[in-house]
């Protein structure tokens, strides 16, 4: 491999295997500061996403493509002040905001203080009967016990006073009032009350969905408490050692192992000069590539036409044509004038020239067929570790048809469109059976012959272009578009909650049908009784994160570097790898956390079919791997358990992510599965 | 007044009735002590409830100084019936964190000896 193809492979494959860095942006709106996210991990442990003090509910940081752990829950903080925009009312309001939010409800400090309230005339007639009785009186005792009752409510009201981090501003109010309990128990209900009265003026309700978005498949609704009324959804652990496959995950498991062995076949009938390097290449790629190759075709029988000389015969046929239309207008009528004539045949020939130039320039062909040509010597001069550089070309070529689609098609409409000026322009003064003569001249011209043709020549480009983006959407399906979920919303199922209740949420992922790579999206809007805000979005990527492991096929290109079979050439074949990660967490930033987020490292045994000796039906082999960018590459050393313990080395790569990269994912179906326009 | 300079007759007094639960400060007249005694005594919140500023740690026995502070800038809340303390500390774990004297820890120093 040169260094230009390493280079290329070693961007396709980061390309391919890297996930996207998590970031976070400052809250700007009411929705961004009013609902902050902490994930709950399956061991309950609580890590911090809005803001890095998990104390804390205020807001600081808005999360963008944040990872958490597919086993994880997230929880919620609905923040009702922020959303309420009620911040900036006056001090009482904030307080009892501030309270409600650090103890979760405010009615428990209200309850205690009404009952203390009702409860201190009764302590106060049983201390006047201690004290007419006597401290060895009935009444003593009572007294005491009474007055025990109450300490222990004054006891509480202080203690979470004071525990509310309430600033100065809002504990002078409280201290104010504290003296006489009954006097802080009014100012807590009347602010309690005027907050329901603006939270009810205002009229805001509060809708919170969650979906999860797999590519391939529908988004599934994911059940909130509170906030719909879908199934909480059946309990759904992941294996974090990835042994215990179940289901899909062991129906695709098994896939991949046959997929793995066809590809591992078709590379040795290459090897073997079986097939030859396209027709093994084509055996590779099955059907995924298949309509770039047509793709390519088209575009270099295309860019045939845009050759110099090509270009040059179409051109001079063109003048010829205009020369002989204009000599055939001016015999047809004397109304032409010279001027106006020569302004029409300008304007047909600058339309040719502007189509020339835009193919040669604008468009990008010169590249496109640079493109085309490098992919073809790559394909017809294949090689096993070319395939990321193809890969990352035909990305590249795709986009660049994307671009032809758009220019051809403006040009296309556009020369039409100024054809039919110039023409109308020419004829605008001359009477209208003159027109007729004209006209029909002009439709039976060589020149508007050959004036389509440059037309239909765009047509053409714009057609490969159309055809590139469907292919690049096909191509990249399965990796990167996700599916919609309808603006129309909300589901039947949504409830749409009055902010003075909102209640706090959480989204458990062990009661969805979650993979890796999927993504949970909340929502969040605000709605009032006739309309919604625009709704708040947010992304986290289902990853596994912390220690895991996974079993992982692929197909590898294997050779034994001792004993008898030494002297064996590569050759194809499969191997499971029990991988072992570290995936970090967004907020852990040493230097060997960025390493890891960079690499994917993951490092495990491996079992492979080995099939260096011809006699053999089967060699098994045992092993260690090291794979790179989440087993785009693959490395190891094992020893031929069928040949006394020879060793061999391999190269592969995982088809968990190519399947991944390139599309091609199993279709999924989950019950609360979300169709548009439902 | 609760002031208790050499003669600590009221103290006894106030001890001696088990109805009572008292707040015990020590320190002199420019103390926070004195601010957080004064705060109390406004507050006028029980007949039981009562609040005594000593000038002196000597007018205390050795017993009532190890139970309560043996010096200046201290406060105790002291159950009657009890005999025990609730809550004790340097006399600054009663105010705010503007300076000023706190009334929610008063009373918290108060309920914590009367849930003795």
């Known amino acids: ?678 | 007044m609760t002031e208790i300079d050499q003669d600590r007759a009221e103290l006894d007094q106030a001890l001696a009735d088990q109805d009572n639960t008292l707040l015990i400060l020590t320190g002199d007249e420019q103390s926070n002590a004195q601010a957080i005694h004064d705060k109390a005594e406004g507050m006028n919140l029980f007949p039981w409830r009562r609040v005594f500023i000593l000038r002196e740690v000597s007018v205390l026995s050795s017993t009532e100084r190890e139970l309560w502070g043996d010096s200046d800038e201290r406060f105790a809340s002291w159950s009657c019936s009890a005999r025990s303390v609730g809550r004790k500390g340097p006399a600054a774990d009663l105010l705010r964190r503007n300076g000023a004297p706190s009334i929610l820890r008063i009373r918290g120093s108060f309920a914590a000896a009367e849930k003795l």
């Open chain 1, 1 to 678: 491999m040169n260094f230009r193809h390493a280079a290329g492979a070693l961007c396709c494959c980061a390309a391919l295997g890297c996930r996207g860095a998590a970031s976070y942006d400052s809250p700007s709106s009411r929705l961004e500061r009013g609902i902050s996210f902490v994930e709950s991990d399956e061991a309950s442990r609580l890590h911090p996403i809005s803001n890095p003090d998990l104390e804390s509910r205020v807001v600081s940081r808005v999360p963008k493509n944040w990872p958490i752990d597919i086993n994880s829950s997230v929880k919620l903080r609905v923040q009702r002040s922020q959303l309420a925009g009620t911040e900036q009312s006056e001090q009482w309001l904030g307080t009892i905001e501030e309270l409600a939010e650090t103890w979760g409800t405010f009615t428990p400090i209200i309850e205690d203080l009404q009952t203390y309230v009702e409860f201190l005339p009764e302590v106060h007639e049983a201390y006047l009967r201690s004290q007419a009785e006597g401290v060895s009186s009935l009444a003593h005792d009572t007294f005491l016990e009474k007055r025990r009752r109450l300490a222990g409510i004054e006891g509480r009201v202080t203690d979470a006073l004071l525990g509310a981090g309430l600033s100065e501003d809002e504990m002078t109010l409280i201290e104010e009032s504290a003296g006489d309990f009954s006097g802080l128990l009014l100012h807590l209900e009347r602010a309690n009350d005027r907050h329901r009265a603006l939270t009810a003026e205002i009229g805001y309700k509060l809708r919170l969905e969650a979906f999860l978005l797999s590519s391939g498949s529908d988004p599934e609704a994911l059940h909130l408490a509170g906030y719909d009324t879908l199934a909480e959804g059946r309990l759904q652990p992941l294996d974090r050692w990835g042994i215990r496959l179940q289901g899909k995950d062991l129906e695709r498991f098994k896939e991949m192992n046959a997929e793995a062995r066809r590809i591992a076949d078709a590379g040795n009938r290459y090897l073997d000069g079986k097939a030859d390097a396209e027709e093994a290449f084509r055996l590779l790629s099955d059907s995924t590539l298949e309509p770039i190759f047509t793709l390519a075709a088209d575009v270099t029988a295309l860019a045939r036409e845009f050759e110099f000389e090509a270009l040059a015969r179409r051109s001079q046929r063109s003048d010829a044509a205009l020369k002989v239309l204009s000599e055939s207008l001016q015999a047809a009528s004397t109304e032409l004038t010279e001027q106006s004539l020569a302004s029409f045949l300008e304007a047909i020939a600058s339309l040719e020239d502007e189509l020339m130039r835009s193919f040669e320039t604008k468009l990008g062909l010169p590249q496109l067929l640079i493109d085309v040509q490098q992919v073809r010597v790559m394909i017809a001069n294949l090689r096993f570790d070319d395939v990321p550089e193809i890969l990352l070309l035909v990305d590249n070529l795709v986009e660049r048809t994307k671009g032809i689609a758009k220019s051809g098609d403006r040009f296309s409409a556009d020369a039409r469109e100024r054809s039919m000026v110039a023409f109308d322009a020419l004829v605008a003064d001359i009477e209208d059976e003159t027109t007729a003569r004209l006209t029909a001249l002009w439709n039976n011209s060589n020149a508007q012959i050959e004036f389509n043709g440059w037309v239909a020549l765009a047509d053409r480009v714009k057609g490969v272009g159309d055809r590139g983006e469907e292919i690049l959407e096909q191509f990249q399906r399965g990796s990167t578009s996700l599916p919609l979920v309808p603006a129309e919303f909300p589901l039947p199922s949504v409830i749409d909650v009055a902010l003075i209740d909102a209640p706090d949420a959480e989204v458990d992922l062990q009661r969805s049908g979650r993979r890796d790579g999927d993504t949970l999206r909340v929502r969040a809007t605000l709605v009032d009784s006739d309309t919604a805000s625009a709704p708040y979005t947010r992304d986290f990527a289902v990853t596994w994160l912390g220690w895991h492991a996974r079993l992982d096929p692929s197909v590898i290109l294997a050779k034994p570097t001792s004993g008898l079979q030494g002297e064996a050439d590569f050759r194809f074949s499969t191997a499971v790898s029990w991988l072992w990660a570290y995936d970090p967490r967004p907020d852990e930033d040493e230097w060997y956390h960025e390493a890891m987020r960079f690499t994917d490292l993951a490092i495990g045994p491996h079992a492979s079919l080995l099939p260096f000796n011809p006699d053999k039906d089967v060699e098994v082999g045992l092993g260690v791997t090291v794979s790179l960018w989440n087993g785009v590459l693959q490395g190891g050393v094992g020893f031929n358990l069928m040949a006394g313990g020879d060793v061999y080395v391999f190269v592969g790569s995982s088809l968990i992510s190519l399947v991944q990269a390139v599309g091609n994912e199993l279709p999924r179906s989950s019950a609360n599965s979300v169709t548009p326009g439902r």
